[in-house]
Antibody
Framework: QVTLKESGPGILQPSQTLSLTCTFSGFSLSTYGMGVGWIRQPSGKGLEWLANIWWDDDKYYNPSLKNRLTISKDTSNNQAFLKITNVDTADTATYYC???????????WGQGTLVTVSS | DIVMTQGALPNPVPSGESASITCQSSKSLLHSNGKTYLNWYLQRPGQSPQLLIYWMSTRASGVSDRFSGSGSGTDFTLKISSVEAEDVGVYYCQQFLEYPLTFGSGTKLEIK
C-alpha cells in the first residue's frame, strides 16, 4: 500500500525559505523507475507542477520558479524534500507530493499541506 | 512549454447522462514508444487529485469503467457515462511527455 504525507511550517513570512517534507511508504526511491514529484495549488485555483526527483537522483524543476527550488531525497528514511527560497504571498498554496514512475503519471498523492505566506 | 487547454461543461449535468471533457495540447503527446503521455485526474471537493486515466486511454486501478479516455496526439476526450453524484469535482488533464510538466486549467462537473 502506497501512502505519502506532506509536512511543512504552516505559515511563514515573506523572504523566508519554505522547507517541505514528503514522508512515504509502500515504495522505495532507490528502486529503478521510481520518483517523487511536488505539485502546488493556490486556493480555488489549478495545479502547478514544481519539481521531480528520480531514483537515480535525476532532478527536474519548473523554470517558472527560476532558481528558487531545490529538491532532494533521503532514501534510507523514505523521504523527499522541497525547498523554496525567498517566498512571497504568491507562494501561498496547498503543496502536494506524489509518486511517479517512468510510466509517466502521478499515481499516488499525499493529502497536501497548506502553506501560508504572510507578514 | 506545452500548453494544455480544457473545455467547459454545460453544468449542471443531469444524473445518469453522459459528459465529455475535452483537452487540447499545443504539441503532440505521442512518444516514439507509441504511448501518448496524457493523464486525467479528478479532484473531488476538499480532496487530493486522483489518477483516472493514463497513456490517454488506460484506466487506473480501481477506476470505474464509466470513465474512458480517447483522442489523437493533440486532442483528447474524457467521457463519463451515466454521471453520478460521486463524479462531482474538477477534472484536470496533464501531459507527461516533456518538462516542464503541465496541467490544464481544470473542468468543473456539477450534477443535477
Amino acid at each position: 500500500q502506497v501512502t505519502l504525507k506532506e509536512s511543512g511550517p504552516g505559515i511563514l513570512q515573506p523572504s523566508q525559505t519554505l522547507s517541505l517534507t514528503c514522508t512515504f511508504s509502500g515504495f522505495s526511491l532507490s528502486t529503478y523507475g521510481m520518483g517523487v514529484g511536488w505539485i502546488r495549488q493556490p486556493s480555488g485555483k489549478g495545479l502547478e507542477w514544481l519539481a521531480n526527483i528520480w531514483w537515480d537522483d535525476d532532478k527536474y524543476y519548473n523554470p517558472s520558479l527560476k532558481n528558487r527550488l531545490t529538491i532532494s531525497k533521503d532514501t534510507s528514511n523514505n523521504q523527499a524534500f522541497l525547498k523554496i527560497t525567498n517566498v512571497d504571498t504568491a507562494d501561498t498554496a496547498t503543496y502536494y507530493c506524489a509518486r511517479i514512475t517512468t510510466h509517466g503519471r502521478f499515481a499516488y498523492w499525499g493529502q497536501g499541506t497548506l502553506v501560508t505566506v504572510s507578514s | 512549454d506545452i500548453v494544455m487547454t480544457q473545455g467547459a461543461l454545460p453544468n449542471p449535468v443531469p444524473s445518469g447522462e453522459s459528459a465529455s471533457i475535452t483537452c487540447q495540447s499545443s504539441k503532440s503527446l505521442l512518444h516514439s514508444n507509441g504511448k501518448t503521455y496524457l493523464n486525467w485526474y479528478l479532484q473531488r471537493p476538499g480532496q487530493s487529485p486522483q489518477l483516472l486515466i493514463y497513456w490517454m486511454s488506460t484506466r487506473a486501478s480501481g477506476v470505474s469503467d464509466r470513465f474512458s479516455g480517447s483522442g489523437s496526439g493533440t486532442d483528447f476526450t474524457l467521457k463519463i457515462s451515466s454521471v453520478e453524484a460521486e463524479d462531482v469535482g474538477v477534472y484536470y488533464c496533464q501531459q507527461f511527455l516533456e518538462y516542464p510538466l503541465t496541467f490544464g486549467s481544470g473542468t468543473k462537473l456539477e450534477i443535477k
